[in-house]
């Protein structure tokens, strides 16, 4: 079967760093990219990794490790906007990204 | 910023009922697809669509449901008999190409589909 195993919840302070991690086993793989989802809104497009090692954006970096199966969203100077659900996804070869159930971020103060 | 264009934002139906949920892609973006939230859960595909046909479909978009793009800018997805467990976020959603890659799928803001 194919599946994204990411963490439901992760709690984190203010201006703290947070890692997401999700590992992935699917049919085919084409690079893993990271979605944010805010309640009530749309996902949105945050990085995406094709090969191994860091991509950095902003206060967002996110990291891949294919031998692994495996990668990570960083978040760095956590603030209270970036509490919302982080989704991981994955392109399985054919026409379609596959989701991770999401891991909802709570930033507190 | 180019966005994709979801209409109703929320559709209440009847058991049973027909309905019809429309999307406008980015208008440079040639691979378009249909995604579903239940509330809480994650995001599941239903289909993906290029070239005015079906490039791949979930084993949930069943007979019940069908896909089109009657002109050049709309994109449709109906669900011909909705039942209770239809209800669900409709998220459409588009990309320039199929993996998405370096710039992601954009979504639309989704349509909220409750049946009764």
């Known amino acids: 079967g194919q599946s994204l195993e990411q963490p439901s919840e992760v709690t984190a302070v203010e201006g703290a760093i947070v890692q997401i991690n999700c590992t992935y086993q699917t049919s085919g793989f084409y690079g893993l990219s990271w979605y944010q989802q805010h309640d009530g809104g749309a996902p949105t497009f945050l990085s995406y990794?094709?090969?191994?090692g860091l991509e950095e954006t902003g206060r967002f970096s996110s990291f891949l490790s294919r031998s692994d199966s495996y990668g990570y969203l960083l978040l760095q100077e956590l603030q209270m906007k970036d509490s919302a659900s982080y989704f991981c996804a994955v392109r399985d070869g054919g026409f379609k990204t596959i989701f991770g159930a999401g891991t909802r971020l709570f930033v507190k103060a | 910023e180019p966005e994709v264009t979801q209409t109703p934002s929320h559709q209440v139906t009847q058991m049973g009922q027909e309905v019809i949920l429309r999307c406008v892609p980015i208008?440079?973006?040639?691979?378009f697809y249909w995604y579903r939230q239940i509330l809480g859960q994650k995001v599941e595909f239903l289909v993906s669509?290029?070239?005015?046909?079906?490039?791949?479909k979930s084993e949930i978009f069943d007979d019940q449901f069908s896909v089109e793009r009657p002109d050049g800018s709309n994109f449709t997805l109906k669900i011909r008999s909705t039942k209770l467990e239809d209800s669900a976020m409709y998220f459409c959603?588009?990309?320039?190409?199929?993996?998405?890659?370096?710039?992601?799928?954009?979504f639309g803001s989704g349509t909220r589909l409750t049946v009764v």
């Open positions: 208008s440079n973006h040639l691979y």
């Open positions: 669509f290029y070239n005015n046909e079906i490039s791949e």
């Open positions: 990794n094709a090969l191994d």
């Open positions: 959603a588009s990309s320039e190409t199929p993996t998405g890659n370096s710039v992601g799928y954009t």
